[in-house]
């Protein structure tokens, strides 16, 4: 694929959808959506951002081979596989748990893209950031640009900060929400608005609260400053990550409903559950403007129509 083509998959421009919900007309709210999902078919939402400064750094270090962590239904496994395919680089994803056959589909499609699937024990999964186990992975693979699991870096931080400037040229606004695994999306968000404006993020952990610590410690090391500016809810995980209930896959159904949008039942089904319930809460000033970020993620539907569709009378239809 060629740069022009590879350009051609990005929408240049982030599309803003206004959420006419009853809760934030109720209590002065103007509520949108930022469809970061849209901005590219491959690498949506904050995949493509994470990774983008660090593919330009794989090529300028002279790799060919990217190599990061992952679980069976990972996101960030999918997004790497798909980036391989895109820039011509070898991708290896190592994956917790034992490799299970047939492939579920989030791994069917990484070995599609070209990535070699190797799995690691979830006791030796732990030692990822071991320097002894990463020198002595290193010695097996041969040179390899190494990602951490879920993308964090300090380079994702600057893919996403880019964001800011992008959606204040379509509007101001008080706050902007989005959901935290590993809080680099936020922290990338922090150093992008500088103290201007506030965050919040949703966290999908359960005892996500640790989360503060990594953001600031991301934030430090980015721009040498904590930023005051922000929020975490813990509240909304639903169990913890990658668990769900009834009244959540209910709401992300009647979401689509009243607004033609599909949510994920890891992170944005949980951050727009989040975001509702604090405005009926009364958490944002009256006359203030919301923006959520739709960071993506719905490849992972597949995966869960595989695994519990016995449980739900519900799942989504996806081309």
């Not at 350009?7 to 103007?30: D, N």
Request: one cysteine or more; proline letters at 4%; hydrophobic letters at 40%.
């Amino acid at each position: 694929m060629t740069d022009d083509e590879k350009e051609k998959t990005r929408q240049p421009k982030l599309l803003l959808q206004e959420l006419a919900e009853p809760s934030a007309t109720q209590h002065g709210i103007r509520l949108l959506l930022l469809r970061d999902d849209l901005t590219h078919p491959a690498l949506p939402g904050n995949k493509w951002r994470k990774l983008n400064y660090n593919l330009q750094a794989a090529r300028q270090q002279g790799h060919h081979t990217l190599l990061t962590f992952g679980g069976a239904f990972s996101n960030h496994l999918a997004a790497v596989a798909a980036a391989g395919r895109l820039y011509g680089f070898r991708t290896i994803g190592l994956v917790r748990g034992e490799e299970a056959r047939p492939l579920n589909p989030t791994l069917a499609q990484a070995a599609l893209d070209g990535m070699q699937l190797r799995y690691l024990d979830r006791e030796t999964y732990r030692r990822q950031h071991e320097p002894a186990f990463l020198a002595a992975l290193l010695a097996e693979t041969g040179p390899v640009y190494v990602l951490p699991e879920g993308g964090t870096n300090a380079l994702a931080l600057p893919g996403c900060a880019e964001l800011i400037p992008e959606l204040l040229a379509q509007t101001d606004f008080d706050a902007i929400a989005v959901a935290c695994g590993t809080g680099g999306t936020l922290a990338g968000l922090l150093t992008g608005l500088d103290g201007q404006s506030k965050a919040l993020g949703v966290a999908t952990l359960k005892n996500g609260g640790f989360l503060r610590d990594e953001i600031d410690a991301l934030t430090r090391t980015a721009t040498g400053r904590q930023y005051a500016n922000w929020s975490l809810q813990t509240e909304y995980h639903f169990g913890g990550y990658a668990k769900f209930s009834g009244e959540l896959l209910g709401f992300i159904r009647a979401f689509e409903a009243r607004h033609g949008v599909l949510l994920d039942p890891i992170y944005t089904g949980k951050l727009l559950f989040g975001v509702l319930d604090l405005i009926a809460k009364g958490h944002f000033r009256r006359g203030s403007t919301v923006v959520a970020i739709h960071t993506g993620g719905l490849q992972g539907w597949a995966g869960f129509r595989q695994r519990f569709g016995a449980r739900s009378s519900w799942w989504p239809a996806l081309s």
